[in-house]
């Protein structure tokens, strides 16, 4: 059988290549064991398998049995395939008969040797042997045909030796090829050596960024988890709160019930003693004899004195219920304030402090700057207010500070701020400059701060980098959150949804003090900052 007929015998008709690992199926057609696997799994489910050649049904999915025959003919093949590929990648010029391996090339005589011619090989001089090769007539000139053994370094070229005497390159330096590769060679090892740090420095990117990609993939997987199990307790307190609500309420109900059903029965009876008591005074008003009429007690005595006169205590049994007086709703009240520490344990869960504790410290505020009573509104004014010029008071720019610092924790605190005017709001360590280009916030390493200008446009700042957030922001009020272990400080817009627009991230070293600054606003209204409570 010829090659080719029995390389079509080997082949597995679903991937078209040489059998692997060939398994037959019942209908006696072969196929790669993987290849096959892959079809029946796509038709497992429908109830009926099939063959892909012969398409033979079968009512369950058929055993497949492994083919050592044909597994060893289609293994012998492949091997037999690659000892002839190789033999035929360069075989010896002169063995025609059957393709031998070339050893060697001979650039004089565009010739490529086995062992065996190789030995009767010329060995004079101009016959210059290489590796093989298939492509010898590159290696001589294409203008000369002569041999190449020289380079000309200012050209860059490879060149014959009639190149560099008479022809073009005469008088360019040249060098030997074997010297030329050798220097060529030391300039590709500095480029490998630096390229294989590149990628050594790549590969510790890679990895870095791999850490950080797991490590944000866990902080998230731990954030979900811990809300899922904040929310979880908060609908199991509810709920418990709410059984405990409506118990009371209906205990109050069941008790209420109770006491005006015995009133009401006490009621029935006076109710049916007075309708006795009215039937008897008509039968004696109906009567005609007058001596049955006055024999009869008097009127009078019909009726219950107390009830006339009003004076004494029936004991309880004449007493009105009024209205509001059926549920006690001062201990409903009492029991749904339970809701207020629900929503406290809710705040403690997603941060550790608010923005109440933010008062502004008078003692760094500017000369321009009008710090309100409750500490918590900074105002731009043209009257100067003549404090003191200490170490701690801002000197060059209208900025104050917070009283208190954050060392640690997660924390968050609102502004609202004038329409009109320049502000900025931020953050600063307690070391920052007090005068100078080096004290206003965000224009040093010390401090962070968010921009607001006039035509809703806002940035944000710290050293030498100052980025343009790209859009418009409507809102003149913003959220600042501070994870200090985490060395995140984050910016938000506090509109519906609230908003993300820049995150910091740094290793915070110092006490975080909240900042302020407030500059002189346009002919238009005042230009403020506060605190919001």
């Not at 005595?301 to 009003?310: A, R, V």
Request: glycine share 6%; net charge negative; proline share 4%.
């Amino acid at each position: 059988m010829a090659s080719a007929d029995l390389r079509d015998e080997l082949l597995c008709s679903i991937c078209l290549s040489t059998f692997m690992d060939p398994v037959t199926l019942r209908c006696g057609h072969n196929f790669c064991r993987v290849c096959i696997d892959r079809v029946l799994d796509t038709q497992d489910g429908s109830g009926v398998y099939s063959c892909p050649d012969c398409r033979e049904e079968f009512q369950e999915r058929p055993a497949l049995m492994r083919n050592i025959n044909l597994h060893n003919v289609a293994e012998r093949f492949l091997i037999t395939q690659q000892e002839q590929e190789e033999i035929t990648g360069i075989c010896c010029t002169y063995c025609v008969d059957s393709p031998v391996p070339a050893v060697r090339s001979c650039l004089h005589c565009e010739a490529s040797l086995c062992d065996k011619h190789l030995k009767v090989h010329s060995k004079s001089p101009e016959h210059v042997l290489s590796d093989p090769s298939t492509s010898l007539e590159k290696r001589k000139c294409s203008v000369h045909k002569e041999l190449i053994k020289y380079y000309c370094t200012r050209d860059a070229i490879c060149i014959c030796v009639s190149c560099s005497l008479a022809g073009e390159h005469r008088g360019h330096r040249v060098e030997m090829l074997e010297e030329a590769s050798e220097k060529k060679k030391e300039k590709l090892t500095n480029v490998l050596q630096k390229l294989i740090t590149k990628r050594k420095e790549t590969e510790e990117r890679v990895r870095s960024l791999e850490e950080h990609r797991r490590k944000a993939q866990e902080k998230a997987a731990g954030e979900a988890e811990r809300v899922t199990a904040l929310c979880t307790d908060i609908r199991r307190r509810v709920e418990d709160l709410e059984k405990k609500v409506l118990s009371e309420i209906s205990r109050q109900e069941k008790e209420e019930s109770l006491s005006l059903s015995a009133l009401i029965h006490q009621m029935e009876i006076k109710k049916d003693e007075l309708s006795r008591k009215m039937r008897h005074i008509e039968e004696l008003c109906n009567m005609t004899d007058p001596l049955t009429v006055l024999q009869e007690p008097d009127t009078g005595d019909l009726c219950d004195p107390k009830e006339e006169g009003g004076g004494e205590d029936t004991g309880g049994h004449d007493k009105q219920p009024h209205d509001g007086d059926d549920l006690d709703v001062a201990v409903i009240s009492h029991t749904l304030h339970t809701l207020c520490e629900v929503i406290s344990g809710i705040r403690s869960g997603i941060y550790v402090e608010g923005p109440a504790d933010i008062l502004l410290d008078v003692t760094t505020a500017a000369d321009n700057l009008l710090i309100s009573d409750d500490l918590k509104t900074a105002t731009w004014t043209r009257e100067e207010q003549n404090r003191p010029e200490t170490a701690e008071r801002f000197q060059d720019y209208p900025q104050v500070m917070s009283r208190r610092g954050f060392t640690s924790g997660r924390h968050y605190w609102d502004v609202e701020g004038s329409r009109s005017g320049r502000w900025m709001v931020g953050m600063c360590y307690p070391s920052i400059d007090r005068r100078g280009d080096q004290s206003e916030i965000g224009y040093n390493n010390k401090s962070w701060g968010l921009w607001r200008y006039y035509n809703n446009q806002c940035s944000v700042r710290h050293g030498s980098k100052l980025i343009r957030l790209p859009d418009k922001i409507p809102s003149d009020r913003f959220r600042i959150c501070l994870d200090y272990e985490a060395g995140q400080l984050s910016f938000y817009e506090l509109c519906d949804p609230i908003r993300h627009l820049h995150t910091f991230t740094a290793t915070f070293s110092e006490p975080l003090h909240a900042a302020l600054c407030v500059f002189h606003p346009s002919i238009y209204g005042d230009a403020w900052i506060r605190i919001c409570s």
